[in-house]
């Protein structure tokens, strides 16, 4: 979405954390360990002004019928619960439906708006939608989108709405381009203003003259493009109306609004009708502030092109529909990146003079990747927003489109935040682009039900990355600290940033093969410093000895005001989303600065024991206190190996046949690695010789289940105590009832006795976090007629029948 | 299908005239992709207990939590000889087995990777073509909390070939004490309400016990099923465990078999290891 419409960084939090832990701030600073915080102040002296409430979310249009069903997404971006009001009008700026609703942290929660009206004893049909948090929030938190869901034929087709917060940075027109209906579009026009304003409209090519269209205070006018008559609700059921309408030649459509009122005084969202009644199809019309537009480029991330197992169907060559609305000609590029081979290829592959006052629309047919590594960027000479781009691709011969929202090249977001979804067979793809010629690091957190996880990405110059969900959770992907989300992780939300605004773009598709969906979440976030976190408990404390590592993190906290003198709520309109961190390493005989920039530094041990680290943030006018953190380098020495010894069966327990072995570390040195984990997992596949097919006792050729030990502390229900470096004990043998079973029954099936089962054990032990893998066992034992053979490699330990 | 049919002749034959089967099973159940539609699949199996293979199969590679319950087989129309001629000829006894062999279930990639309902549906069609084979038993689905699911036998054929239900083993409700123990304790308990309430004996096969011994547990003080029960205490480890609860018709006892469901990897450096799956 271009920057008219605001959107929130999740690192807000920490403004609000910032502010109620002040003054445990100044006691943080003074402290050698651990996270900080600190608030922005002005560098020239300005008095902060006092905080601005945010201004609501809003989305002009929902419906709710028979065959339509309106559900809103919100997305909660912090770390605490956020209560929202959700608000429903009716044309007239009637309230018909309210609700205070609480969202869960880090959480992506859905609200049927079905619910909301007959809470509300409400039987509209249609009306608008607006989304206010909590004001105790200075800062913005909640994110949304509308989706409309068309039950008309075998699968429900969804028209998505993004919720937009309008802006008085910006100008008093809304631009808007339908490409390629069989309708004229209908569009919504909600006012925001407490006093009625007109509106202007009109439409690119038009002969006719403008129309103006009265809208009441906090009121929806619906029009239909270009002929701008309107329809009302009362007596007009819109949606049964928009069900029955059907043209047969695809149009495009070039719209403008402006009000008589300032700037942000309304927002505006339309839609169009394709497809017969048995497939209908919603197209959106989505409208943009000319005024907000930092360039004249245009970027469609991750278009879906060709066929592919993350889409539902195979999708045509992009659509492209350029308008312009200038009165002189405007010559436009079409540069094409494809990422789908691994490095990046952008190649220009069309040119067009668009005509004054003009429409026109091409199919790029000479695009030839397949899946969602495309990204296409439109630009054009003349002013931003002379030239307004709208692209889509067919989903498969039905009327079914993939639409995308347009990004501005230029756009000084520096993240977003998505709902994502993997219940009910929902594959959910993070798209993220690289919009500058150097490489770049993103920073990706997947969340849900109190789980995270964090990982960075580095993308090349102009590269298109997948980041598959599904993938992370299913494969258990560790993220950069080795934590994995839990399988049973079936939805939540996803935040991404850059560290610097106009160099990144991301959104999220979710697809399903099974219900043909494919739905799209683009809400951008938009910061300025308001403070600063550091050293967070992402970040290890301990470092070792030798090893270089992201040691400390400053998390910048941004925040969005209007006022350009303000560090505490500060401005974003017109600015730069940079910041820039300074860095302090005194104590360079323990550790050593290895590379820093704005986001972390990393740091490397060069000796044993305590440091101190310090940084400041600084964004424009505004810079934070200076901030301490700092933590230990450590020695630590991987073992060599390790010897066992065998303590026989445990006489506890009632599988006598099984081994207890205790090993000892070989640490050079003689370190005490005490306290450390120690994990097995099996090898390669092992061998279960006694098996035969039949065997009420399944065959065992891996470790029956991995287990973690801690270094110097006996495991629950073996040994009383263990000595320095040592550890287990680990039990190596079958149970009684497996023994008696081979021995009875495996030569009556061919075998022979000694029989032999053997799985392969690899030991990885934790040093600092870093996991290491030492040794790689074999542990084998054989049954015979007069007992067991249990050994840990060639440590081997016989127990006899009993 | 001539192939199965010509197999079922065999274990007939050999059924009938006392001698031991002579039946080539497979080591593990397979996947087969359509040479025609990639995403169309057959999962076929060759054991004994065909469907206690599939069900290692849906753990292994697609990400189910599937546990497995014999019936308790009875009859010679579900049972068969498994020692060899030699054994046999030197005097020993024999040593019956299921009587199973090959069944394979046709379906779509995306049918059988989906998780939710669809997995639900694909476990529930797959148990009723099982049904329509002459493999033995005849199960059922029953759902279980966080995703995990079982494949319970409810009925076997008697000596006539006629189904007579049977009251699943883990069916039987037990009450464990509440008080903190280890995994392992609690295990033992739970088997041991059980056999007293079922009168029938079960034996612990390959059990995974670092884990069990250190893992604390502490039972719900109602009631509940031996299954409910006995998904709890493996839950409580975090660690993906599944059971198979298999028959042993020759001393009419059952044997309970716990282990890790995961898949193998290989390492950016070559090695290969075992990925087992938490809970």
């Given at each position: 979405m271009f920057p008219f419409v605001r959107r929130y960084s999740s690192r807000y939090i920490v403004a609000i954390l910032a502010a109620t832990l002040l003054p445990s701030i100044l006691s943080a600073q003074s402290t050698p360990r651990g996270p900080s915080t600190a608030l922005a102040h002005s560098i020239y002296g300005t008095p902060d002004p006092a905080p601005v409430a945010p201004m609501p979310l809003v989305a002009p249009v929902f419906l709710q019928t028979d065959q339509i069903d309106s559900s809103i997404t919100v997305v909660n971006s912090i770390t605490l619960a956020v209560n929202g009001t959700v608000t429903l009008r009716n044309q007239a700026g009637e309230v018909i439906g309210q609700q205070i609703i609480s969202f869960p942290a880090h959480s992506s929660t859905p609200v049927a708006l079905k619910t909301l009206l007959a809470a509300a004893g409400s039987q509209a049909h249609s009306g608008s939608v607006t989304l206010l948090q909590d004001a105790a929030f200075k800062g913005p938190a909640l994110l949304a989108q509308l989706s409309m869901a068309l039950h008309t034929g075998s699968q429900s087709a969804f028209l998505e709405e993004e919720f937009g917060m309008p802006t008085p940075h910006g100008s008093a027109v809304l631009r808007g381009v339908a490409s390629q209906t069989r309708n004229l579009p209908l569009v919504a026009i909600t006012s925001i203003s407490e006093a009625p304003q007109t509106i202007t409209a009109s439409c690119v090519g038009e002969s006719a003259s403008p129309s103006t269209i009265e809208v009441p205070a906090y009121g929806t006018a619906v029009v239909q493009a270009c002929s701008w008559q309107a329809v009302t609700d009362g007596s007009l059921n819109l949606a049964s109306s928009l069900l029955n309408a059907n043209g047969s030649i695809e149009l495009d459509h070039a719209i403008s609004l402006k009000t008589d009122s300032v700037p942000g005084a309304f927002y505006a969202f339309g839609?169009?009708?394709?497809?017969?009644?048995?497939?209908?199809?919603?197209?959106?019309?989505?409208?943009?502030?000319?005024?907000?537009?930092?360039?004249?480029?245009?970027?469609?991330?991750?278009?879906?092109?060709?066929?592919?197992?993350?889409?539902?169907?195979?999708?045509?060559?992009?659509?492209?529909?350029?308008?312009?609305?200038?009165?002189?000609?405007?010559?436009?590029?079409?540069?094409?990146?494809?990422?789908?081979?691994?490095?990046?290829?952008?190649?220009?592959?069309?040119?067009?003079?668009?005509?004054?006052?003009?429409?026109?629309?091409?199919?790029?047919?000479?695009?030839?990747?397949?899946?969602?590594?495309?990204?296409?960027?439109?630009?054009?000479?003349?002013?931003?927003?002379?030239?307004?781009?709208?692209?889509?691709?067919?989903?498969?011969?039905?009327?079914?489109?993939?639409?995308?929202?347009?990004?501005?090249?230029?756009?000084?977001?520096n993240g977003g935040n998505h709902p994502w979804s993997t219940a009910n067979g929902d594959i959910s793809t993070l798209l993220l682009y690289n919009s500058t010629a150097q490489p770049k690091q993103f920073q990706v957190r997947i969340s849900g039900s109190g789980s995270s996880w964090l990982q960075l990405f580095r993308l090349a110059a102009f590269e298109t990355r997948a980041v598959l969900i599904n993938d992370v959770i299913a494969k258990r992907t560790p993220d950069y600290k080795g934590k994995t989300l839990p399988v049973s992780l079936t939805a939540g939300e996803v935040q991404w940033s850059t560290d610097f605004g106009a160099t990144g773009l991301g959104r999220i598709v979710i697809t399903n093969a099974n219900t043909a969906l494919l739905?799209?979440?683009?809400?951008?976030?938009?910061?300025?410093?308001?403070?600063?976190?550091?050293?967070?408990?992402?970040?290890?404390?301990?470092?070792?000895?030798?090893?270089?590592?992201?040691?400390?993190?400053?998390?910048?906290?941004?925040?969005?005001?209007?006022?350009?003198?303000?560090?505490?709520?500060?401005?974003?309109?017109?600015?730069?989303?940079?910041?820039?961190?300074?860095?302090?390493?005194?104590?360079?005989?323990?550790?050593?600065?290895?590379?820093?920039?704005?986001?972390?530094?990393?740091?490397?041990?060069?000796?044993?024991?305590?440091?101190?680290?310090?940084?400041?943030?600084?964004?424009?006018?505004?810079?934070?206190?200076?901030?301490?953190?700092?933590?230990?380098?450590?020695?630590?020495?991987?073992?060599?190996?390790?010897?066992?010894?065998?303590?026989?069966?445990?006489?506890?327990?009632?599988?006598?046949?099984?081994?207890?072995?205790?090993?000892?570390?070989?640490?050079?040195?003689?370190?005490?690695?005490?306290?450390?984990?120690?994990?097995?997992?099996?090898?390669?596949?092992?061998?279960?010789?006694?098996?035969?097919?039949?065997?009420?006792?399944?065959?065992?050729?891996?470790?029956?289940?991995?287990?973690?030990?801690?270094?110097?502390?006996?495991?629950?229900?073996?040994?009383?105590?263990?000595?320095?470096?040592?550890?287990?004990?680990?039990?190596?043998?079958?149970?009684?009832?497996?023994?008696?079973?081979?021995?009875?029954?495996?030569?009556?099936?061919?075998?022979?006795?000694?029989?032999?089962?053997?799985?392969?054990?690899?030991?990885?032990?934790?040093?600092?976090?870093?996991?290491y893998i030492y040794a790689n066992n074999t542990l084998s034992y054989s049954i015979n007629i007069g007992g067991v053979y249990d050994c840990r490699n060639s440590t081997c330990s016989t127990i006899l029948n009993h | 299908?001539?192939?199965?049919?010509?197999?079922?002749?065999?274990?007939?034959?050999?059924?009938?005239?006392?001698?031991?089967?002579?039946?080539?099973?497979?080591?593990?159940?397979?996947?087969?992709?359509?040479?025609?539609?990639?995403?169309?699949?057959?999962?076929?199996?060759?054991?004994?207990?065909?469907?206690?293979?599939?069900?290692?199969?849906?753990?292994?590679?697609?990400?189910?939590?599937?546990?497995?319950?014999?019936?308790?087989?009875?009859?010679?129309?579900?049972?068969?000889?498994?020692?060899?001629?030699?054994?046999?000829?030197?005097?020993?006894?024999?040593?019956?087995?299921?009587?199973?062999?090959?069944?394979?279930?046709?379906?779509?990639?995306?049918?059988?990777?989906?998780?939710?309902?669809?997995?639900?549906?694909?476990?529930?069609?797959?148990?009723?073509?099982?049904?329509?084979?002459?493999?033995?038993?005849?199960?059922?689905?029953?759902?279980?909390?966080?995703?995990?699911?079982?494949?319970?036998?409810?009925?076997?054929?008697?000596?006539?070939?006629?189904?007579?239900?049977?009251?699943?083993?883990?069916?039987?409700?037990?009450?464990?004490?509440?008080?903190?123990?280890?995994?392992?304790?609690?295990?033992?308990e739970l088997?041991?309400?059980?056999?007293?309430?079922?009168?029938?004996?079960?034996?612990?096969?390959?059990?995974?016990?670092?884990?069990?011994?250190?893992?604390?547990?502490?039972?719900?003080?109602?009631?509940?099923?031996?299954?409910?029960?006995?998904?709890?205490?493996?839950?409580?480890?975090?660690?993906?465990?599944?059971?198979?609860?298999l028959y042993d018709a020759n001393d009419r006892s059952y044997v309970l078999n716990l282990a890790s469901v995961g898949h193998y990897q290989t390492s950016e450096t070559g090695s290969i290891h075992f990925a087992s799956r938490q809970r």
């Open positions: 839609f169009a009708l394709n497809g017969d009644l048995n497939q209908a199809q919603l197209q959106p019309l989505d409208f943009y502030d000319p005024g907000t537009l930092a360039s004249s480029s245009t970027v469609y991330v991750g278009v879906p092109v060709g066929a592919s197992p993350l889409l539902p169907a195979v999708l045509s060559a992009p659509v492209l529909t350029l308008a312009n609305y200038s009165n002189q000609p405007r010559q436009t590029t079409v540069t094409f990146s494809d990422s789908s081979s691994g490095s990046p290829k952008v190649h220009t592959i069309a040119n067009f003079i668009v005509p004054p006052f003009s429409t026109q629309t091409d199919t790029l047919a000479q695009v030839v990747g397949s899946g969602l590594l495309n990204t296409f960027t439109i630009a054009s000479d003349g002013q931003p927003g002379d030239i307004q781009a709208h692209l889509f691709t067919r989903v498969g011969s039905s009327a079914q489109r993939a639409e995308l929202l347009a990004k501005d090249a230029r756009d000084d977001h739905r799209n979440f683009s809400c951008a976030t938009y910061y300025n410093l308001c403070g600063a976190t550091f050293g967070s408990d992402n970040y290890e404390d301990m470092l070792l000895d030798g090893q270089a590592t992201n040691y400390e993190s400053i998390n910048p906290v941004f925040c969005t005001v209007y006022s350009p003198t303000s560090c505490s709520q500060a401005t974003t309109s017109g600015q730069t989303e940079s910041f820039t961190t300074y860095w302090q390493n005194p104590d360079t005989n323990i550790v050593q600065t290895v590379y820093s920039n704005n986001s972390y530094i990393t740091l490397q041990g060069v000796g044993s024991g305590t440091f101190g680290i310090s940084a400041y943030a600084e964004a424009g006018s505004c810079a934070t206190s200076p901030m301490s953190g700092g933590g230990t380098v450590m020695s630590c020495t991987d073992p060599t190996g390790d010897s066992a010894q065998a303590y026989g069966a445990n006489p506890t327990q009632n599988y006598t046949y099984t081994e207890e072995f205790i090993m000892t570390l070989s640490v050079p040195g003689n370190v005490s690695l005490n306290g450390e984990n120690l994990q097995e997992q099996s090898g390669s596949p092992g061998q279960d010789a006694c098996y035969f097919s039949g065997s009420t006792y399944t065959p065992q050729t891996t470790i029956t289940s991995p287990y973690t030990w801690t270094i110097g502390t006996p495991a629950p229900g073996t040994v009383t105590s263990l000595q320095t470096n040592q550890w287990g004990a680990d039990a190596v043998g079958p149970s009684d009832q497996i023994t008696k079973y081979y021995q009875y029954n495996e030569r009556s099936h061919g075998g022979s006795l000694p029989c032999g089962i053997s799985v392969n054990q690899s030991l990885q032990i934790y040093c600092g976090g870093q996991p | 299908m001539h192939f199965i049919t010509f197999v079922s002749l065999i274990l007939i034959l050999a059924t009938s005239n006392g001698q031991a089967a002579q039946h080539r099973y497979a080591k593990e159940a397979t996947v087969i992709v359509s040479t025609g539609d990639s995403n169309q699949i057959v999962l076929r199996a060759n054991d004994p207990r065909p469907l206690d293979q599939i069900t290692l199969l849906l753990n292994s590679s697609y990400n189910y939590l599937l546990d497995y319950e014999d019936p308790p087989y009875m009859s010679k129309n579900e049972l068969t000889g498994s020692v060899t001629k030699e054994w046999l000829a030197q005097g020993g006894a024999e040593y019956y087995v299921p009587n199973g062999g090959e069944y394979e279930v046709q379906s779509s990639r995306s049918e059988v990777m989906s998780d939710g309902p669809n997995e639900k549906v694909f476990l529930t069609r797959m148990l009723e073509s099982y049904a329509r084979t002459s493999n033995p038993g005849f199960f059922e689905l029953i759902s279980e909390p966080r995703g995990r699911f079982s494949i319970v036998g409810k009925a076997m054929r008697n000596d006539s070939g006629y189904p007579v239900s049977s009251t699943p083993l883990l069916g039987y409700s037990v009450r464990l004490g509440s008080e903190k123990q280890s995994a392992y304790s609690a295990l033992l088997v041991s309400q059980l056999q007293s309430a079922s009168g029938i004996t079960i034996k612990l096969g390959t059990l995974p016990y670092n884990l069990l011994r250190s893992t604390i547990y502490s039972a719900a003080t109602k009631p509940e099923s031996a299954r409910i029960q006995l998904a709890a205490i493996l839950d409580a480890t975090k660690e993906g465990l599944a059971w198979s609860l």
